[in-house]
């Protein structure tokens, strides 16, 4: 996981604890390139939701 991610994932799983939030919506900017776009799909697919998905959160 990369340190954008991690510090994705810790802000995601500080709010939801902080909140109470139970489900999270998640969008991409589409206005760059496709390539760009469907990277960074993947990446929030691939590292971000497994470790929120995770009991232990983030590492």
Do not use: F, K, Q, Y
Request: aromatic letters at 0%; one cysteine or more; hydrophobic letters at 35%.
């Amino acid at each position: 996981m990369t340190s954008t991610s991690r510090g994705v994932c810790r802000t995601l799983t500080d709010e939801r604890t902080a909140h109470g939030i139970d489900h999270v919506i998640l969008m991409v900017e589409g206005t760059g390139s496709r390539e760009r776009t469907l990277d960074t799909i993947a990446r929030l697919g691939a590292e971000v939701l497994p470790a929120l998905r995770g009991a232990g959160g983030c590492n």
